[in-house]
């Protein structure tokens, strides 16, 4: 087995360090990159905080960030970023991705604010709403009654019977871009009529 000579050279000034030396300038090195990753990660959480992330949500971007740069490190040209530059870019790009889902998804577990909440309305039908529904259902079927029966009839299997287009298109032989058509141009018929 052999161990390390007492002396090794050192390539930038060709003289000989110990293997102590050596270690010692690893250390500094080590800890010099650990501070520089400590204040580009306090800087970066710090700045997406104001970006309405949580604290939670800006350390775990900036963790996510890391684990990005670590993996991805090849990815890096030096001709179009500086390292910081580039980390900031890939962090404001995570952060907004995740503010994007936050509001795709809102958080369902939340609390709800009992002074902004709108009291539900009343399943109960009041005389007015019974009014209402009667007179928006005669003039519903006034409008289908003008239709041609070949726009009516694909209505009705749609939204009485609740079949899907190609339902309909089974059921009543026609091909299904005629039933598509046909139903557009029923819908379309209708809301000129009711407009």
């Known amino acids: 087995m052999s161990s390390l000579p007492a002396t090794l050279p050192s390539e930038a000034t060709g003289s000989s360090l110990t293997p102590r030396e050596i270690v010692a300038e690893l250390d500094k090195y080590v800890v010099g990159q650990a501070k520089a990753k400590r204040a580009v990660a306090i800087a970066l959480r ?24 670590w993996r991805e490190a090849g990815r890096y040209d030096a001709s179009r970023s500086t390292v910081a530059g580039w980390m900031v870019m890939l962090t404001r790009t995570r952060a907004i991705d995740r503010l994007r889902a936050r509001q795709a998804r809102p958080d369902l577990t939340a609390a709800v604010d009992a002074s902004a909440a709108v009291p539900l309305a009343s399943a109960e039908r009041t005389p007015e709403s019974t009014t209402i529904v009667a ?15 070949q ?14 287009h190609s339902e ?23 809301r000129s009529a009711l407009a």
């Open 151 to 164: 726009f009516r009839s694909l209505i009705e299997l749609a939204y009485y019977e609740g079949l899907t």
């Open 168 to 190: 309909i298109a089974a059921r009543t032989g026609i091909p299904l871009g005629t039933v598509k058509t046909r139903l557009r141009n029923a819908m379309g018929s209708l």
């Open 46 to 69: 710090n700045r997406y905080r104001r970006q309405r992330l949580t604290p939670d949500l800006a350390e775990e971007v900036v963790q996510d960030v890391f684990a990005q740069v």
């Open 135 to 149: 007179e928006d259902t005669r003039l519903v079927r006034g409008a289908l009654a003008q239709l041609p029966d």
